[in-house]
């Protein structure tokens, strides 16, 4: 395929792990300067829009056969057997999320949703620091607002859940239950926006959002999914430009930071921009499985929105101007993004800084004698660790086995497991265990009650399993990158389930070709810096289950 | 009307004041054991849901017409002129909110959603405090969910909106958009529910939801609008029974001590139940016309859903039981009742505890020699009270005088107001004034700039004026309540357009025909304590506006 311009390296300076603390642009035009190319079943294949879900169902791929134990209760599939039967089992017996009655739709659960409500917390906080303001738009959108942006009716017509029924009778305009909120967005700024003084605009919106998709996963993929959806109008392109890469920046350290996900930031190819973007950026994450997810997305708009809905301002010389705009959004998609980055076979691995309950209690006792002793001690820790801000949980149930409770906690992804029998309280000591370390290794003895040790211990744990599991991931996403320099050596590091890393100024239907050939798709590339840099993943056609 | 069977008055100890602090049943058991009849337009009129948007327009009643200057920028409609016109002013002014594209649909503006971020921030608190846990229900129904009790459908089929394409093609089954969870909520409720240990469930949701109204008005009414809805699965009637009451205990508390308006608790006629209630309890706010607001409502369900969905459980001796449930919620509304509470001519005036900017700062000065020192001095100000935890607001735009800013942030219903000009930089001083009062009458001179001194003026000043808005709004209500013991009396009061309060013991049919002759609704009455008492508000033919 001579047709494909792979460039000579360039200015390459390799290690992603970079991107972690460098500004997004400079990240990908000087450290990350190179092109990457990734490999099999891409969660999301076209990215038109803000972060689409776009991903396979959680049945099992056609080729792997239903573990025997599938089904039974509590049993989770293991990993390395069939990826997808392993993040519905955890789903489900971590009581995360449970299907919907309509079809592809998802009940979020109270830990699923406490997960949610980690991930609202920490961006809710900065998004304001960054200037932006809570608003609510309604969620119906006159059927006619789509069609005006050209890009934007051909990406989102054919899913869209259409109202036609009001109060009982037929409406005369029909309705769009919105799938993102740009068009009635501009419906308002052309009334809100009137000189340079209204400018910048920076609005938030944490709301549901409705796509029509075929194929569905839980988190990933849904009907319905959750989000916070940012749009703003600025007065210059450049400031747009700042805005959407400020909030890349803004998503790029909430993966790290909390998430513990490396995800590497770039800007999408052209036919994977979202349906009226002038510029797509997203943070793409490489799942256990070496699939690709993307986890979050921002875009500069260019004109393309105000142009359609006459969305103007009056500058400084008096003259009328098209406003510039952004948009910016991460989904519920990210707790899927969290439990397919960190889980293992036991079950869900959470980072301390999301993990609903980052310390499980579990007192043993076997005499009656004994249970007042451990229990009263046990309450005291739970105090202890209340009281220094650790959401703790402590499981005092008499229905089930330490035994059974130890890996019903682990199943659920708690971080650090606190254990105490009548032997600890004669000491004054306890026992403490490590999710993201299995059996003894990552067991502790004797560590003091002492509330002031206690704490500190605990608080020390907690950040050094966040550290580890960030570059637990990081190795693992680095040891599957690989750098390419021709179409061959492409297709060999696809073929081997890996993403690609090189160089690309290939052509649209080049991309095409690519994909179609090895199921690839380009997951970041930057052709501000002169040079096409590129990410693909494949194959593509298998991917699809 | 001698059909109308009143019964002598009865133990009554009228004042309702004492509401505030006693719990909800006794209170209305003993407290304030008179039957309430109240007065002119009723925002609610058949209080059939959890907490029906179903109040009048923003329309000048027919028989009002337009202020002069109705319709200029900056202009409220004085309260006394025309109270919808006002209401529809201060919300256009104050930018709280704006019309959306379809017909009764509501763009949240920022300011707006700031009031409703510090409702929800309350009540998320306490709504996990007493028990529950955050989950997300998807907001398709299938309609034939909707149909599965009997009184449920009847009550909501005329206000559906209803999906009927999904991804370009016409559904097999119509979708309903959620007007209420309970239907979707058994349906899963009857697969988590096994045992008698599996109870009791409780959960809650912040959702918008939708209800195809022909009459809307915003924040009171509207087609979507955003709640939070509580729903909650137990073993007996009793305890289902003291999770609806200790859900209007939680209401009944945010309303006095963080939005200070005094609701008066109590229970619904049959007529005006819950489309699926065995009791449903609401409070009763009176707004700035003397209407009533139904500002929050508590469900005991009983078994009429679990019985329509078959959600049972086996009891500790093995029988399968159906669950009792309850359901309870707080809307957007609630902003509204905020608004036709404490509003007068000059605008908004928000509770210190509510308000999304509590203190703004105005910077005075003439001389280009002065800015310096009155703007260094503002900084300083706004820091230390930043420091303290307080929401502060620096106005320090040269485009408009003081004097305007003055209007602007008293409209904006600001509670305290810093004024800093060059005198009081000299003298280390400054000058603050009181929404709640206006004029000179709530200036004060002099004010340390020590910020020891100031932090603790500022925060008792705010503490004075949230108790001094609920003292007013309390006083008003009062005063606003007549006793009556006969029916003449009842239709005096109503004509007066005050509430009226009395004893009741009428029946379904009886009380629609004082509906129809005098306008006037129950709004709260007590059958578990044997008397019947209620709440009427009238007349509602001319309230319909």
């Not at 972690?20 to 999301?44: D, E, M, Q």
């Not at 400020?246 to 993966?255: G, L």
């Not at 690989?482 to 890393?501: F, P």
């Amino acid at each position: 395929m001579g047709a494909l311009r792979l460039h000579s390296l360039y200015l390459f300076v390799s290690t992603s792990t970079r991107v972690a603390s460098a500004p997004i642009c400079s990240s990908f035009l000087h450290h990350n300067s190179k092109v990457r190319l990734a490999p099999a079943k891409p969660y999301a294949s076209v990215s038109r829009d803000l972060c689409t879900p776009v991903t396979s169902e959680a049945d099992a791929p056609e080729n792997v056969e239903k573990h025997p134990k599938s089904g039974q209760e509590g049993f989770i599939t293991p990993r390395s057997y069939d990826f997808n039967a392993w993040y519905a089992d955890i789903i489900a017996n971590a009581e995360l999320a449970d299907y919907g009655p309509v079809r592809g739709t998802m009940v979020i659960r109270p830990y699923g949703y406490a997960i949610w409500e980690a991930i609202q917390d920490y961006l809710n906080a900065k998004i304001k620091e960054t200037g932006h303001k809570n608003v609510y738009f309604p969620q119906f959108i006159p059927y006619s607002f789509i069609e005006k942006e050209a890009s934007h009716v051909e990406g989102f017509s054919p899913e869209l859940a259409v109202v036609t029924i009001g109060g009982g009778k037929e409406l005369e305009e029909k309705l769009v239950v919105r799938p993102t909120s740009e068009t009635i967005v501009n419906y308002k700024f052309t009334q809100w926006i009137r000189s340079y003084r209204d400018l910048p605009i920076m609005i938030n919106q944490w709301a549901n959002v409705t796509r029509w998709e075929m194929r569905t996963k839980p988190f990933i993929r849904t009907l319905e999914f959750l989000w916070q959806e940012g749009h703003t109008a600025h007065a210059t392109l450049e400031e747009a430009e700042e805005e959407a890469l400020k909030m890349m920046e803004v998503y790029k350290n909430f993966a790290y930071e909390q998430a513990a996900i490396p995800v590497i930031p770039g800007r999408k190819s052209r036919r994977e921009t979202f349906a009226g973007a002038l510029r797509t950026y997203t943070i793409e994450a490489m799942m256990g499985d070496r699939k690709a997810l993307q986890a979050g997305t921002s875009h500069n708009l260019g004109q393309n929105f105000s142009r359609a809905f006459g969305t103007q301002f009056t500058d400084e010389n008096g003259q009328r101007q098209y406003v510039w705009q952004t948009s910016w959004a991460i989904s519920t998609r990210f707790v899927g993004a969290i439990i397919m980055t960190h889980g293992d076979d036991a079950g869900l691995m959470l980072p301390p800084k999301i993990a609903p309950i980052q310390v499980v209690i579990v007192p043993i006792w076997k005499k009656d004698d004994e249970k007042t002793g451990v229990l009263n001690a046990a309450y005291l820790v739970e105090k202890v660790l209340k009281t220094a801000g650790i959401k703790v949980e402590l499981d005092a149930s008499e229905q089930r086995t330490p035994g059974w409770k130890f890996n019903f906690w682990e199943m659920k992804g708690v971080p650090l497991r606190i254990e105490i029998g009548p032997r600890d309280v004669s000491s004054g000591t306890l026992v403490i265990s490590r999710r993201d370390i299995p059996g003894k290794l990552g067991k502790v003895f004797g560590i003091s009650m002492d509330s002031s040790i206690l704490e500190a211990y605990v608080k020390d744990k907690l950040d050094e399993i966040q550290s580890s599991l960030l570059e637990k991931a990081t190795s693992f996403r680095n040891s599957n990158i690989v750098d390419v320099s021709s179409y061959d050596e492409l297709k060999e590091a696809i073929s081997l389930g890996k993403w690609a890393r090189g160089p690309w100024s290939a052509s649209d239907a080049e991309e095409l070709r690519v994909k179609e050939e090895t199921g690839a798709t380009i997951r970041r590339s930057c052709n501000i810096c002169k040079i096409i840099l590129t990410v693909v993943v494949g194959p593509f056609a298998s991917m699809m289950i």
